[in-house]
């Protein structure tokens, strides 16, 4: 992990979102470098084994008014494994994801960071965490280049005149070095965001992310827009994530993405979680499965001619 660049004068990152309300512009925007300098730990050989907790969320809740969108849901990951957190539309996903970054405040129950009782009263307090979201819209301006992007609300500054302005060549070297390290040759830093694959979109949010000192990476659906081609890029970028020994939470719908980097697996499903397996402990059909809460996948199924 490098860390960042010190000449950056770091702006307040975003401001709290409040409840019930869209994630902030730019959640998963350059988190500010950890206090302490150490990386994260080096994973061990099956993460999922790793007595270490980076995070741990117990017993869960949150109500909307009379709606229950969680309903005692617990969660953990380890340094360097990537738990998976599936479920159908309205589960519960977001909620969840939104109650450990700091977006939404649970009703009830208990978060960790380290060990510690943490209470994370917006985005920011998050955000100083070292959790990093990257949401589906990725926080980005697709008219501005790759590196402006990058640096976002970070920018490396150089005196010019005396007076400081954004330094262009540093910004674009670092972006290039980083997209490199995860596997994406850029033509040029300068080429708007707007320009690249999706796939590419997706690495330069969580590049930026890695690079600015995440701990946690959590995911929304990184490859549900996405083709073959690109899915694999992006499973291939959070599998180089993982090995840096970032917790990375990847929410998805679809099983099969899941399962090509998915250490553990947890379903969740109108609120509840229905458990949480470990890699080779469950087959692709069971997940399936579960998510879509066993009943009623099996009378679909009989009246699709057993398609599903
Ligand atoms: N701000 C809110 N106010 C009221 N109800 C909400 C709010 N946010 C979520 N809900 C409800 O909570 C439930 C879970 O929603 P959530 O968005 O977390 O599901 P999800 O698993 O992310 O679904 P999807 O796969 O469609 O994104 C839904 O019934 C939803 O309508
Ligand atoms: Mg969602």
Redesign the pocket.
């Known amino acids: 992990m490098t860390s960042a660049d010190p000449t950056s004068d770091t702006p307040p990152p975003e401001e709290s979102a409040g409840e019930?309300t869209d994630p902030p512009a730019s959640p998963a925007g350059p988190v500010s470098p950890p206090p302490a300098a150490e990386g994260p730990t080096a994973p061990p050989a099956d993460p999922a084994e790793s007595p270490a907790h980076l995070l741990e969320l117990d017993n869960i809740k949150k109500h909307?008014?009379s709606?229950i969108?969680l309903d005692g849901v617990s969660f953990d990951l380890r340094p360097g494994e990537c738990h998976c957190l599936l479920?159908?539309?309205?589960?519960?996903?977001?909620?969840?994801i939104k109650t450990m970054s700091g977006v939404h405040q649970p009703t009830e129950g208990q978060i960790r960071f380290a060990g510690e009782p943490v209470v994370f009263h917006n985005p920011h307090d998050a955000i100083q965490r070292g959790i990093a979201t990257v949401y589906q819209d990725l926080g980005m301006i697709p008219l501005m280049s790759v590196s402006r992007n990058f640096f976002m609300g970070n920018e490396p500054r150089k005196r010019w005149l005396g007076i400081p302005v954004f330094d262009h060549a540093t910004a674009n070297r670092i972006t290039m070095e980083e997209m490199n390290r995860m596997g994406i040759q850029l033509r040029s830093a300068d080429q708007a965001v707007g320009t690249l694959s999706g796939g590419e979109r997706q690495t330069v949010a969580i590049a930026r992310a890695v690079y600015f000192g995440a701990k946690i990476l959590i995911l929304d659906e990184p490859t549900s827009a996405l083709g073959v081609r690109q899915t694999s890029n992006v499973l291939a970028t959070i599998d180089k994530v993982r090995k840096q020994g970032i917790g990375v939470v990847f929410i998805s719908?679809n099983i099969r993405h899941a399962i090509a980097v998915g250490d553990r697996f947890t379903v969740?499903n109108r609120?509840r979680t229905l458990g949480t397996a470990r890699r080779g402990e469950i087959t692709e059909g069971e997940l399936q499965d579960m998510m879509a809460g066993g009943k009623e996948l099996a009378v679909l199924d009989s009246s699709l001619g057993g398609t599903i």
Not at 87 to 96: E, P, Q, V
Request: charged share 10%; no cysteine.
């Open positions: 019930a909307f008014g709606v969108a479920g159908d539309n309205g589960a519960g996903k977001s909620t969840f719908h969740l609120g």
